[in-house]
């Protein structure tokens, strides 16, 4: 089935330029922040794809991570995505379970990724809120500094001067329902923006209930050329946790929640609350000076609760269990100040000069009395210059230095471990840019960016499994050389990309120690990107997004293996059928290569989580000011699980559960909305 299903994708993008239309594909004059400020895109050495309003609307999609993986065809994982892709993890790199830790998330220019290990807050912005998604699919480092290293995610908002005013109720499957509403309107020069989304199911599998709640204002006052704006939000997630089922994939009963002799999770959760402000704003000395800025503070407090750990007695465990609940507390803050200015020399070229600050400090305790915290200071001054040297060829060129000073202590409750440090990077770019039409060019550029250790990566975990605290562990480096291009043939934009990156230090965590280090041996990485946007006739249009990759140990004791949980192929494609203006049919798939459960090298256990194939059907219907949507999603009812691993803790299975583990995606399901703009 899996096979005739990609034939037939492969065979419809083959015969595309035989069925296409006659009408050429425009060139949009699409400006991004890729280079953190507004360009266009063709003057960018890089692969960059845009989302735009209207093919988030085709699509109807739930949560920003679904957007990414069925327009963007990124590679989305997670322990309990649910509905809504809760706690996704989004990777472009192909850094496996550290995708998260590569890949930078920004709003509006922001960062959101988090300064730990833990997921994105994906739903702290409603979707109906976004105006665009911009993906940068390769390092950048010297904008971005720290994670930029497979990738950017910035998600725009609607920060136009229109009004925009909807609300939607969406309701599906398992006790799925949604509530999202955005009011935009604009008085004189002021534009005041309110949006917000609740978001509730009760999960496919047992104990995975979630309750999400999100609040979002901006005020933006424009001053001619000019603006200033201020911001605040706020959410409140609470999502059961069922932990894993027990296995290789497909195996035991996937719905339940996991309760053996080693540990139960009925009752389980994770629950976060963020809140945070940001202002900020830009101004034109003249018309080859701008200045920007922005300044954020956020603060995220989580509680985390097992309801019960199995008791440790002589030989063994208790049998019957007698569990015990553990909990877990954890709060962090951080605050970001960004000012930067534009330079216009005209025919010299255009100067971008930049500095980064950023404070984090966060602090966990559970209930075995081990506290822990850690306090982070980064600078950073980073510069980049596009010089043409003639009306279609440009150079580019950049250098980032960031130092970050760390501070962290630890009690487990019997010592008290403290450690201070001082660690730095650089990043580096240079390339070339070659414009042969409006809406196509060709680029190399070659270049080093870094990733520094999150903040909970200091500490792993003893023989008992007790959290210790491991030191302060250096940062990452990726050095990438990149050739791409975006051509037009017929009615066809086709854009591509070839990469080769070798990482040093990579930061993971150790699954046979239980802690996290920088790996000693060498990774090389290297693949080729794929994206086509086809408008094979006036109402019918094909899009794809394909990767293939490879991520391979160089030398150590794992030379040759492939990096854990790394496919080598992803497709993405999407057919949508337009009856009319007010009515369209489409659908969607993702096929995702097979891939080394987490901890295979580690253990020298090479199983592989088997490749999956997922396909939704889509339908909307406007009705004047009312928008009707149908969603089916997984119709083939694929059995899946986009994450796996192996645990051995070295007893034999006597206290900690050693095999392979899984957790399950959810099968077919069916969502209906209805929206009303005004």
Known sequence: MKKTTISSLIGLFLSTSANSATTMISAEDVV???????????????????????????????????????????????????????GANVDIGGYGANGGSTTLVLINGQRISPIDSS??????????????????????????????????????????????????????????????????????DTLFKISGNVNESDGWRQNTSSNQYSFNARITQFFDKNSAYIETFANHNKNETPGA???????????????????????AYNKFDNFGVALGGQYDFSDHIRFETDFSYKNTQSDFYKNGENTFVSGGLSNPPLYFPYN???????????????????????????????????????????????????????????????????????????????SARSFDGYSLGTEQKSVSANAWEVGVNYKFSDAEKIYVKYGQSFRFPNIDEFWGYDDSYNVTFAGIITPQIDRTIEIGSNVVLGNTKITTSAFYTRTNDQIRFQVATGKNINDPNLIERKGIYLSTDSSITNRLSLHTNSKLQDA????????????????????????????????????????IGSQYY???????????????????????????????????????????????????????????????????????????????GF
């Not at 989302?51 to 609307?57: A, K, S």
């Not at 739930?62 to 990414?68: A, D, E, M, T």
């Not at 089922?245 to 009752?267: H, M, Q, S």
């Not at 149908?630 to 206290?655: P, S």
């Open 32 to 86: 991004v922040t890729a280079s953190r400020i507004h360009e266009n895109v063709q003057n960018i050495p890089a692969n960059v794809q845009v989302i735009t309003r209207d093919q988030i609307n085709e699509l109807s999609p739930s949560s920003i991570p679904q957007i990414l993986s069925q327009l963007g065809g990124l590679n989305v994982s997670g322990i309990a995505l649910g509905q809504f892709n809760r």
């Open 119 to 188: 997921a994105v807050p994906w739903e702290m912005i409603a979707v109906s809120a976004i105006d665009r998604i911009e993906i940068i699919k390769g390092g950048a480092g010297v904008l971005y500094g720290d994670r930029a290293v497979g990738g950017v995610i910035n998600i725009v908002t609607n920060e136009g001067q229109k009004s925009l005013n909807q609300a939607s109720v969406t309701f599906g499957s398992f006790g799925t329902k949604g509530l999202s509403a955005i009011f935009q309107n604009k008085y004189n």
């Open 245 to 267: 089922a027990t296995g290789i994939v497909g195996e035991g009963n996937p719905r339940l929640a996991k309760c053996d002799i080693y540990n139960c999770f009925k009752g």
């Open 328 to 406: 877990a507390d954890y709060n962090r803050w951080r605050i970001d100040f960004s000012p930067r200015f534009r330079l216009d020399f005209e025919k010299f070229g255009k100067l971008i000069l930049g500095y980064d600050y950023g404070r984090a400090i966060g602090a966990t305790s559970d209930s075995f009395s081990s506290q822990s915290n850690a306090a982070l200071v980064d600078n950073s001054l980073y510069v980049n210059y596009r010089l043409p040297i003639r009306d279609n060829l440009d150079f580019s060129a950049g250098f980032r230095r960031q130092v970050e000073s760390i």
């Open 552 to 591: 391979t140990y160089a030398d150590g004791p794992y030379k040759g293996k492939s990096h854990d949980l790394v496919p080598s192929l992803l497709i993405n494609a999407r057919l949508n059928y337009k009856f009319d203006h007010d009515w369209s049919l489409g659908l969607v798939t993702n096929y």
């Open 598 to 676: 987490d901890g295979a090298n580690d253990n020298a256990e090479y199983k592989k989580m088997p490749s999956y194939l997922v396909t939704d059907l889509y339908a909307s219907k406007k009705i004047q000011q009312w928008d009707i949507r149908l969603t089916i999603r997984n119709i083939a009812n694929e059995q899946y699980a986009t994450y796996g691993g192996y645990q051995d803790k070295g007893d034999g299975g006597t206290y900690f559960y050693k095999g392979y583990y899984y957790y399950p995606s959810d099968p077919r399901s069916v969502f209906a909305s209805v929206s009303y």
